[in-house]
């Protein structure tokens, strides 16, 4: 499979935790990577591999799989933390990428 | 630290080719562990990954865009190099370059992008 699905919004209130998924055939094989892409900025990565975070990367961010879905959660949501999100892996090929739909996060 | 800059045209006109360069910085396009990804945003819309180079010159394409894509490196100026034929106004979006590590496919620095308009 060659796609990524994502809820296209979710809301959290500050300081709760909120949880966004990934679903696609090919994370059945790969794991997702991660990234947050706030208005007019480039995406940045935060988490990567079972459950890594780059530098720089709050540990209130973390990532989970099973099966054939992903999950990154936001735990004690921040008002920094409004941006848009992405998953992306390897596609059932191994050798190509293939990005989520994206998910808008809102903090309330 | 590591930088990726993409550069090129602004605006190109339909069935024009698209020449998109990116150069990096803190680290060398020979790095057997990392390679250099394109990949395009329209307006309001999702990221949508265009193709990578690797160190040893092996190249992948997404495969519905592969027959008007090529990528290509030159090591010695630290550039990465995407042309796109036959340019249309749904092409138009921000391009960016970043780098992809081997290991993972994880994309861990990503340039600032460089917004392309396709129109007559």
């Known amino acids: 499979s060659s796609e990524l699905t994502q809820d296209p919004a979710v809301s959290v209130a500050l300081g709760q935790t909120v949880r966004i998924t990934c679903q696609g055939g090919?994370?059945?094989?790969?794991?997702a990577s991660w990234y947050q892409q706030k208005p007019g900025q480039a995406p940045i990565l935060v988490i990567y591999g079972k459950n890594n975070r780059p530098s720089g990367i709050p540990d209130r961010f973390s990532g989970s799989s099973s099966g054939n879905t992903a999950s990154l959660t936001i735990t004690g949501a921040q008002a920094e933390d409004e941006a848009d999100y992405y998953c992306?892996?390897?596609?059932?090929?191994?050798?190509?990428?293939?990005f989520g739909t994206g998910t808008k996060v809102t903090v309330l | 630290q590591v930088t990726l800059k993409e550069s090129g045209p602004v605006l190109v006109k339909p069935t024009e080719t698209l020449t998109l360069t990116c150069t990096v910085s803190g680290f060398s396009l020979s790095n057997a562990r990392m390679g250099v990804s394109w990949i395009r945003q329209p307006p309001g819309k999702a990221l949508e990954w265009l193709a990578h180079?690797?160190?040893?010159?092996?190249?992948s394409y997404s495969t519905s865009l592969k027959s008007r894509l090529t990528i290509s490196k030159d090591t010695s100026k630290s550039q990465v190099v995407l042309t796109m034929t036959n340019m249309d106004p749904v092409d138009s979006a921000t391009y960016f370059c970043?780098?992809?590590?081997?290991?993972?496919?994880?994309?861990?620095?990503w340039g600032k992008g460089t917004t392309v308009t396709v129109s007559s």
């Open positions: 992306n892996s390897r596609d059932s090929s191994g050798y190509h990428l293939v």
């Open positions: 970043a780098r992809i590590r081997i290991d993972d496919y994880g994309v861990d620095v």
């Open positions: 090919s994370l059945r094989s790969y794991y």
């Open positions: 180079i690797f160190s040893n010159d092996g190249k």
